[in-house]
C-alpha cells in the first residue's frame, strides 16, 4: 500500500495551493490520514489530519484558520487546502497514514510515531 502526495509548488506569500494525498490501498474507516511538514535544518513537525471514527479536523496552532483538511471517500484522496500561506510555510509536506488515536485522541501530541504509512513528501516553497 502507498500514499502518493501531490500538490506543491512555488506560490507567493498570501496564495494558495491544494495538496492532495491518494490513499487507494487504504481502509479509511480504521487509518487517520495527516499531514506533517519538514523545513530546511528542523524536525518534521504534525499539520493537520482527519479522524476517521468521526471525521473531526485537527490542525496546529500555526495553522489554525488557513488549512484545511478534507476527504474524498469515493476517491480514497485527502486534500490539504492552504490559504494566506507565509514564508514560514515552507517546505516538504508529507501525507501519513496512523491509527486513529494519533489524530483523535491524546496520540496527537505523539503523532510521528504513530505512523504507520508515509507518503513521498511534496516541496511547498513560499516566496517573492
Known amino acids: 500500500v502507498q500514499l502518493q502526495a501531490s500538490g506543491g509548488g512555488l506560490v507567493q506569500p498570501g496564495g494558495s495551493l491544494r495538496l492532495s494525498c491518494a490513499a487507494p490501498g487504504f481502509n479509511l474507516d480504521f487509518y487517520a490520514i495527516g499531514w506533517f511538514r519538514q523545513a530546511s535544518g528542523n524536525e518534521r513537525e504534525w499539520v493537520s489530519c482527519?479522524?476517521?471514527?468521526?471525521?473531526?479536523?485537527h490542525y496546529v496552532d500555526s495553522v489554525k484558520g488557513r488549512f484545511t483538511i478534507s476527504r474524498d471517500n469515493a476517491e480514497k484522496t485527502i486534500y490539504l487546502q492552504m490559504n494566506s500561506l507565509k514564508p514560514e510555510d515552507t517546505a516538504v509536506y508529507y501525507c501519513a497514514a496512523t491509527p486513529d488515536y494519533y489524530c483523535n485522541g491524546p496520540g496527537r501530541t505523539t503523532a510521528y510515531y504513530g505512523v504507520d504509512y508515509w507518503g513521498k513528501g511534496t516541496l511547498v516553497t513560499v516566496s517573492s
Open positions: 482527519l479522524s476517521s471514527t468521526d471525521g473531526s479536523t
